[in-house]
């Protein structure tokens, strides 16, 4: 068998910033296309293989191509069972594992398609899944999907939304040595961040998953000169909610939360949003990966691409070999044996009768 | 007599926005230079008109050219008897009145120094005073001084002081969707903010003037990406305090101040400071002109130049036609009746044998 760790620092050296992912793609291509059984269609650098074998049940693998860029970690280094460098969580493991399952399994128990897609790390309007979405939407068709984010091999069901919020306050500007003339704006963020740093969060259980909501600033600015009462400050604010609750309901919670704090002139705008997707294990397909492979079952936190195979309707659940702790982090790795025992898992779904 | 508000007028149409003075300067100098018994010297785009006559006083009367940038406001428009224009307030109408004076008083009652400098809206080190004090330092010497800053035709003694420190918050980064694997510093800024907003500053009275301190968050920044807890956040205090306190002293005290809301990773650095100037009216020449006058005396709660004066030993203070609470507004003015009434109380103190 190929070793999956070699395979993984392969990938990682062959460099894939988002926007910049058409080596990497051109690399997947040349790999796929000689192998037997596999129908292979480029679109930009997205590559979709598919077996067309006529089985009962389709099942989509996908994964990014793209990292965020690198921290000193763009060359893969491989010490003892781990792989270090850029996107060795996130998701080049996961990569590896997909690609030695379409090379070893020419006649899988259940159709294939697999989706290597470009675009994730970056704005939604650039998504690769997204462009095949609008333009091929027949590569899409399937009956269930696993996404090979890093889950540390486990199974992560669903994921939660993500809701970007920007807080402007409005005062009036007056000079630093007569500031009762003004209101300082920067000043009336400071009841906003107590209710923001004293956010507790729910933690619903779904389908069995707990998920966590939490609420945090991210970004803030403010001010006009050295010697100015500020007019007007701005805080950014990232929730996020669980699956339970649509955008709206979430909106509507922030707003209620942060209403106190905010002064007539304040506004509260929608910066983006994107639904989370509750866990979907009932398909028959992802309920065998889960007690085929006995793999622990938790909730998502982060947004992924399972939702938007949510708004598609094909039930989805995330599985790949990497930490998600450690992406998007300059010493970012990944580890043998999670590489192998997520390979093994999926390996025996797809070569099960369902 | 010379129209006042018409040659305050003629002054806001000769731009002079800091660093672009030269225009005003030559104006000022061709003015001066006919005058008989001035000696006048220029110095870069600063001006120096003085009397030899001999008195046994040397009162020094000071204006900056310069003006804040335009807001809409560049031309001057006379309406009844209100000035509107850039500068109109600070400082056009008071170097108008010092302009008349040294046309029409030849003989004054004490020697004049009449100073006309650049850079005083801008940094320190651009500062026409500083320049003149290094290079020409003969030509500052004098008994008191008067500085024709805005002060509503009022007497603003000495100067609060003016400290800007920078606090620097930090934590360390986490994906949004685990916050409680980071710290934050944005969040951390709340009760820092909260210390700021509620603080009460000291209104010491120092020779019958009481002075107000002033604590004001001026400017605020943090964010390191849409998704990530950040990790360091900075939040920029112009703190004014009452001349009885030394730079040191006010530094102490915001420090003190701010310890309980700072954690051991936070950092609070000096950004720029400058000495306040206590009231220094006790000079004969200082003391004639509130007492000749009959004008009201208060504390000088900005900064100006009068801390200059008083570290080159020079009792100075602050009067002048315009309104400071219109300075460097768009709506900036001055009135023909304390443009009058200023030009009144100034001729009548160099006129009257000290």
Redesign the interface.
């Known amino acids: 068998m190929t070793d999956l760790l070699a395979l993984t620092a392969e990938l990682v050296d062959i460099a894939s910033v988002s926007h910049h992912e058409q080596v990497l793609a051109d690399h997947l291509e040349s790999f796929l296309r000689p192998v037997a059984g596999l129908e292979v269609v480029r679109h930009g650098d997205n590559v979709v293989a598919r077996t067309r074998l006529g089985r009962r049940f389709r099942l989509i693998l996908a994964g990014h191509l793209d990292t965020v860029p690198a921290d000193g970690n763009a060359r893969a280094r491989v010490v003892g069972d781990t792989v270090h460098g850029l996107g060795a969580s996130d998701m080049k493991s996961g990569l590896a594992v997909f690609l030695e399952l379409a090379r070893a399994e020419a006649e899988p128990a259940v159709d294939l398609t697999y989706l290597f897609y470009a675009g994730e790390e970056v704005e939604s309007r650039h998504n690769g899944l997204g462009h095949l979405a609008r333009d091929h939407p027949e590569l899409l068709v399937a009956d269930a999907a696993i996404l090979g984010e890093p889950t540390n091999g486990a199974i992560e069901a669903g994921c ?1 939304g ?1 809701l ?1 919020l920007a807080v402007t306050t409005r005062g009036r500007r007056a ?5 009762w ?1 003004g209101d ?1 704006a ?5 009841p906003l ?2 209710l ?2 004293g956010y507790v969060g729910r933690r619903p259980a779904l389908s069995g998953c707990e998920f966590a909501e ?1 609420l ?15 007019d007007e ?1 701005r ?2 604010l ?1 929730h ?1 909610f669980a699956p339970d609750r649509t955008p709206e309901e979430a909106e509507g919670h922030l707003r209620h939360l942060l209403a106190p704090a905010l002064g007539p002139h304040d506004t509260v705008e929608v ?2 949003v994107a639904p989370g997707a509750p866990p979907a294990l009932d398909h028959p397909l992802l309920a065998a990966l889960v007690e085929g492979a006995g793999l622990e079952v938790r909730a998502k ?3 992924t691409d399972v939702a938007r195979f949510a708004t598609l309707g094909i039930p989805a659940c995330n599985l790949g070999p990497g930490d ?2 450690l ?2 982090r300059a010493d970012e790795r990944a580890e043998r044996a999670l590489i192998e025992s997520t390979f093994a898992a999926l390996r025996r779904l797809i070569t099960t009768e369902p």
Chains 1, 2 share one sequence.
């Open positions: 939660q993500t970007r000079h630093t040595a007569r500031p003339m300082n920067v000043h009336r963020l400071g961040l107590s923001v740093s939490a945090q600033a991210v970004a803030v600015e403010g001010g006009v000169a050295a010697n100015v009462v500020p400050a805080l950014t990232n996020r910066v983006d936190l982060g947004w998600p702790t992406a998007h």
